[in-house]
């Protein structure tokens, strides 16, 4: 009788390794790092994430095994991120699916900011990208945030409070509420080290300020993703403070707030902001662990990476 439940149990532990096996080696395949197998400690972590994958019975936690040793091939040189990777290997089996889509989302919202030019654009598309991630319910009260304390993917103050969400999230974004500046009687060009610059992609009308311009980045870094070369971004980052860039104008919060909550994930995202009872620091675990959910949640292919 023993002997057969042991032949039982060797039975669904292999069938769970691979599982594990399949998605690891299409993944490293599509990566194009299969040699990173003849690197003892990758296989030191390859063998703790079968051990975790023959107590699990659910296939998200093979996802995120693999995952993790996806991100553990690319960034393994890094102790600091290897050391994290190896800890959240070990804990996998244990989070709750819940509070991993909270810290997936708490993360993301702290790291991704839109591209666009413009403030629907912006705010649609940040939309779109934490839909990909709000896969189920968002967890609610204090258990979550003990859970993920225990497991050491955060650290949870119990003396301070979560910066609100109407301080924190225009801030993310800040070329949207700059002040702008008065169309009328605005000129063209900039000039940067003696010469001439005009580029309209540069300036929009703000949608938030009639009458007025502004620039048409959601942050200074954005200038990069635009093409613009390095040494005139810098010159036209410091000529922008003219439009108030980079600091928000307290007066357009509330109706940047009016817009955001037309966008049915991000208006949920706000509430459920409002209620984390303590302020929250993600830990190098949680943070391997929110990068390896949000690529397992990416179905589109369009989420970026979280650090």
Do not use: C
Not at 78 to 96: F, H, L, Y
Not at 197 to 221: C, G, N, S, T
């Amino acid at each position: 009788m023993l002997a057969e439940y042991a032949d039982e149990s060797t039975r669904v532990i292999q069938e769970r390794i691979t599982k594990l096996d399949d998605r690891i080696i299409a993944s490293l395949i599509r990566e194009g790092r299969l040699e990173v197998f003849a690197d003892p400690g990758f296989l030191r972590s390859y063998k703790r994430a079968q051990e975790g994958a023959a107590v699990s019975e659910h296939d998200s936690d093979y996802d995120l095994l693999s995952g993790l040793l996806v991100d553990r091939a690319a960034r393994g040189t890094i102790r600091t991120v290897r050391t994290g990777i190896e800890k959240a290997i070990e804990i996998v089996d244990s989070v709750d699916d819940e509070a991993l889509r909270g810290l997936t989302v708490f993360q993301a919202l702290q790291q991704y900011s839109p591209l666009a030019q413009t403030l629907d654009a912006g705010l649609d598309a940040m939309d779109a990208l934490m839909g990909d991630l709000v896969d189920g319910p968002l967890p609610e009260g204090i258990e979550w945030l003990d859970h993920l304390d225990v497991l050491d993917a955060i650290r949870l103050s119990q003396v301070s409070s979560l910066k609100p969400f109407r301080e924190y999230y225009p801030n993310r974004m800040p070329g949207y509420l700059a002040r702008g500046v008065l169309a009328e009687g605005f000129d063209w060009p900039f000039t940067h080290g003696g010469k001439e610059y005009i580029d309209p992609r540069l300036m929009v009308q703000h949608e938030l300020k009639p009458d007025y311009l502004r620039f048409a980045v959601a942050q200074a870094q954005t200038l990069d993703a635009m093409g613009i070369p390095s040494d005139v971004a810098d010159g036209l980052a410091s000529q922008a403070k003219r439009f108030g860039f980079g600091n928000v104008d307290k007066s357009l919060v509330e109706p940047f707030l009016e817009r955001l909550r037309l966008r049915p994930n991000l208006a949920q995202i706000e509430q459920w902001w409002g209620q984390i009872p303590h302020a929250v620091q993600v830990t190098a675990v949680g943070r391997v662990l929110a990068r390896a959910n949000a690529l397992r949640l990416d179905k589109r292919g369009v989420l970026p990476p979280i650090d």
